[in-house]
């Protein structure tokens, strides 16, 4: 059974490789590495701030909220 389901993949595998080659071309992705200092990119990463935003948006007071109804 195992060498059935390794030799339908086999087959399933160009079809797919093809569709993906058409869903996302190459060419769409060509631009290149964003000019960014490591360490400012490494700030990015590790920032906390819009998820501070979003949890001030979210409970900050007067807003209605859902679970006052």
Known sequence: ANRWNDFILCLEMPFFAIMQYYAFPWYEFQTGV?????????GEIMSVRDVAQDIYHNIKPGKASS???
């Not at 964003?34 to 490494?42: H, M, S, T, V, Y």
Request: aromatic content about 16%; proline content about 8%; glycine content about 0%.
């Open 34 to 42: 964003p000019d960014f200092d490591w360490l400012e990119a490494a």
């Open 67 to 69: 679970l006052n109804k």
